[in-house]
């Protein structure tokens, strides 16, 4: 398996997938995990929008640092397919804003309408956010029981997509 093959592999899971869990901290450390819909712009940035007052949202307010995993969810037990990243996510401002309405919500939306920078600025209630991923990685691609052909290892393994 070739690093080509992961990133097509991470990319179709992007692709195939509307939502991700979208996981933050409070100041404390204290974790908290969101589904939220979102909009791929490139295979290590995603956009979402969310209430300001969403717990999600303020933890981002003061710690920036994210976890997400994106995955299939209606395939058989054992046959899982996901994507993990990490990365530093903040409310998207200024100049950007114009730039993360082009990218959301993803083409073929699924019904989900387009939002103008009004609907996404002060004093509106929601925002657009931005996590841009510094490392991602995937389950390998293979049938239950069998090595991962990338390391030959029979458990479930996160592969390291390397950026491309």
Known sequence: MTDDDLAAHARALIDANLYLVLGTTDQDGHP?????????????EFYWLSA???Q?????????????????STVAPYHGRALYAVGEARQVTGSDV????????????????????????????YRLY???????????????????????????????????
């Open 52 to 54: 300001t007052d969403a």
């Open 56 to 72: 999600h949202s303020r933890h981002l307010a003061e710690r920036p640092h994210v976890s997400l995993v994106v995955f299939d």
């Open 98 to 125: 114009d730039r993360a309405l082009k990218a959301y919500p993803r083409p073929g939306g699924a019904g989900v309408t387009s939002f103008s920078r009004d609907e996404v600025s002060a004093p509106a209630a």
């Open 130 to 164: 931005r996590a841009i991923l510094t490392e991602l990685w995937v389950l390998c691609p293979r049938e239950p029981g069998q090595p991962c052909p990338r390391h030959g290892r029979a458990e479930d393994h996160r592969t390291l997509v390397p950026a491309g």
């Open 32 to 44: 908290w995990t969101s589904p939220v819909y979102f909009a791929p712009a490139g295979d290590r």
